[in-house]
């Protein structure tokens, strides 16, 4: 099997562009935050298609990147939706896709669709004349196990490990390998006896795959010795169910012209004074309180409307309320002085990660800073 080789990100937005270009839409690629694309396509018959675009290599796209975009794509009676990315899809998300009508494009489904359809150069206008990279390597390593990984090793009875391989891939004589076995028997005939004939004794890119099933059946097996690494993975930094909300910057802070404090929520409903606000259906609130200065000598201009909120794709500008506003000094922030204003705004209730920036047309340059003393709610105390 072989699959694309991995491009620049801005590269890898322009080639899909130009695939599309080459099956006759005329497209438009927008870079839309936290390294994602939107490519907008249409055909001369109406017919419409929208491609989100995440691609870094090291992105794992699971269903929180991808229903809101699908649901907004359909809401606007897209005609084919597509998610790309050079890293890798989650199960989940292929399950997803094939019951939503979904195409995903990875390196390798690209890479088939370069070789067959003969656009080798394509890919070439954007790379060093390569263009399909192996997926299946051999490493040669010189073989010095890592310190934490051999001691795992060291503690894990090897010859219980070959015996509970047996009932995985059989015994060598049964239905496992059939008995004309090329590759020199079952797995478990293959095991080294000890971690030393392991390292002496085995080619490199065998010592790699029996590395990572000893690793695989220590996990399984002795999930104590493996469980520290694991106490390490930290949750979503809005707990819960909360939507996970970061900031995009503009500018420094030594040279924004607005300095932004913020602090964001989640909730299903807001209470403003007297009048309660219930987010619309199959939506929820995300609640931003923001503590801005103007940093230099003159007033610094924010509108509430320059401000967005986007999320797998999607900009989502401020939730009006009747009667009800964060920022009743309009846009205007006094010169050293802190100025607490607050906005809202409505996402899909599968939302799980979003982010607030200021949309490129205000006059002005904010740099966001966290500050979870921030008050987010409208009536002065959280």
């Known amino acids: 099997m072989t699959r694309l080789v991995e491009l620049e990100p801005t590269k890898f937005v322009h080639f899909l562009s130009d695939l599309w270009t080459q099956r006759n839409w005329q497209t438009n690629a927008q870079p839309r935050g936290e390294g994602r694309y939107l ?22 796209v699971g269903t929180g990147h991808v229903k809101g975009f699908v649901a907004h794509a359909k809401k606007r009676g897209i005609d084919t939706v597509v998610v790309a990315t050079q890293g890798e899809f989650d199960d989940s998300v292929r399950g997803f896709a094939t019951n939503h009508d979904v195409t995903l494009l990875d390196r390798d489904e690209l890479g088939e669709t370069v070789a067959d359809e003969g656009l080798e150069q394509t890919v070439k206008q954007y790379t060093d004349g390569e263009v399909f ?71 490199p890119s065998v010592r790699v795959v029996v590395v990572a ?20 993975l930290g949750g979503s930094s809005a707990g819960g169910n909360g939507v996970a909300v970061s900031a995009l910057s503009g500018a420094s802070t030594d040279s924004a012209d607005l300095v932004a404090r913020w602090n964001a929520r989640t909730a299903d409903s807001l209470q403003v004074g007297n009048q309660t606000y219930a987010a619309p259906e199959g939506e929820r609130f995300v609640v931003v309180g923001l503590n801005a200065t103007a940093a230099s000598g003159s007033p610094g201009n924010l509108p509430q409307s320059a401000l967005v909120f ?73």
């Open 213 to 232: 099933v000893l690793l695989l059946v220590l996990a399984l097996g002795s999930v104590a010795v493996l469980g520290p690494m694991v106490d390490g």
């Open 133 to 203: 990279e192996t997926a299946e390597v051999e490493f040669g390593l010189p073989f010095d196990l890592p310190e934490p990984v051999e001691e795992a090793l060291a503690s894990l009875p090897i010859a219980a490990v070959r015996e509970r391989l047996a009932g995985l891939t059989g015994d060598g004589d049964g239905g496992g390998g059939g008995g004309d076995d090329s590759s020199g028997g079952s797995l478990r005939d293959r095991l080294p006896s000890s971690v030393d004939d392991l390292k002496s004794g085995s080619p």
């Open 39 to 60: 490519v907008q396509g249409q055909r001369g018959d109406g017919t419409k298609g929208l491609m989100l675009v995440l691609p870094s290599v090291e992105t794992t």
């Open 310 to 382: 986007e999320s797998d794709g999607v900009s989502y500008g401020h939730q009006p309320l009747s009667n009800a506003t964060g920022f009743d000094n309009g846009a205007l922030f006094a010169p050293g002085e802190s100025t607490h204003v607050w906005t809202v705004f409505a996402v899909p209730t599968n939302a799980t990660t979003g982010t607030v920036l200021v949309q490129p047309t205000n006059e002005d340059t904010v740099a966001f800073v966290h500050d979870d003393t921030v008050s987010t709610d409208p009536n002065g105390d959280d």
